[in-house]
C-alpha cells in the first residue's frame, strides 16, 4: 500500500501568498499516478492536478504540481480567497487508491 | 452537463444494510471506470470501491471487504453500493467518482455525496 503523508497540517497565508504543500509517499511511485485534489466545504473535492504536474480542464495556471520518486509538490503562486480550502494527494496506480490525510489553507 | 448525484443514504442501526446509488448523466457510463469514496465526520477522504467500466472487476478497502459490494447497472447509467453489516465506523459522507479515462486515472467528476449514520 502507498501511504501518502502530507505537511504541513495546515497552512496559515493571506491573499496573494504563495502556498506550497507537500506530500511524500511510503514508496517510488510513478508520476503518472500522482493527483491533487482541492475541497471546499459543502462542495465536492475538485481535480486540480493529474499526472504530477499536468492542471486539470478548467484549472487557473496559478496552481502547479511538480515531484517525482517520493517527494511532490502542490504550489499556489497567487492565494486568491477561493484557495482557502483543504488540498489533498491521491495515488492511482492501482488497489487500494489512497488519499493523503489533506493541508488546510487557512486565512 | 457532466454530473453525478448520490441518493440512498440515511440512518440505520449497527448490523443494518443500505443501498446507495449513483445515477450519472451527460456522459455514457459505459466508458467510465468508477468509484466510492467517503468522508467521516471530521476526517479526510477514504477511498472504499472500485469497479471497472463494463463491471468486470472489482476492488474494495480491506475494512468493507465482505460487506459491501459495487455493482453498475450501465443501461440505467448508474452504480451502486450494497453495504451490509454497517458499522459505526461506516458513518460518513459518500461520494461516486468517475475515473477520467481508462481504470488508473485521477478522479475528474464527482457528486456531492449521500450522508450515511450508523447509530443504535
Known amino acids: 500500500e502507498v501511504v501518502l503523508t502530507q505537511s504541513p497540517g495546515t497552512l496559515s497565508l493571506s491573499p496573494g501568498e504563495r502556498a506550497t504543500l507537500s506530500c511524500r509517499a511510503s514508496?517510488?511511485?510513478?508520476?503518472?499516478?500522482l493527483g491533487w485534489y482541492q475541497h471546499r466545504p459543502g462542495q465536492p473535492p475538485r481535480l486540480l492536478i493529474h499526472g504530477a504536474s499536468s492542471r486539470a480542464t478548467g484549472i487557473p495556471d496559478r496552481f502547479s504540481g511538480s515531484g517525482s520518486g517520493t517527494d511532490f509538490t502542490l504550489a499556489i503562486s497567487r492565494l486568491e480567497p477561493e484557495d482557502f480550502a483543504v488540498y489533498y494527494c491521491q495515488y492511482y496506480g492501482g488497489s487500494p487508491w489512497t488519499f493523503g490525510q489533506g493541508t488546510k489553507v487557512e486565512i | 452537463q457532466v454530473q453525478l448525484v448520490e441518493s440512498g443514504g440515511g440512518v440505520v442501526q449497527p448490523g443494518g444494510s443500505l443501498r446507495l446509488s449513483c445515477a450519472g448523466s451527460g456522459f455514457t457510463s459505459i466508458n467510465y471506470a468508477m468509484h466510492w469514496v467517503r468522508q467521516a465526520p471530521g476526517k479526510g477522504l477514504e477511498w472504499v470501491a472500485f469497479i471497472r467500466s463494463d463491471g468486470s472487476n472489482e476492488y474494495y478497502t480491506d475494512s468493507v471487504k465482505g460487506r459491501f459490494t459495487i455493482s453498475r447497472d450501465n443501461s440505467k447509467n448508474t452504480m451502486y453500493l450494497q453495504m451490509n453489516s454497517l458499522r459505526p465506523e461506516d458513518t460518513a459522507v459518500y461520494s461516486c467518482?468517475?475515473?477520467?479515462?481508462?481504470?488508473?486515472?485521477?478522479?475528474?467528476?464527482w457528486g456531492q455525496g449521500t450522508m450515511v449514520i450508523v447509530s443504535s
Open positions: 514508496q517510488t511511485i510513478t508520476t503518472t499516478f
Open positions: 467518482a468517475r475515473v477520467m479515462s481508462g481504470n488508473y486515472d485521477a478522479f475528474d467528476v
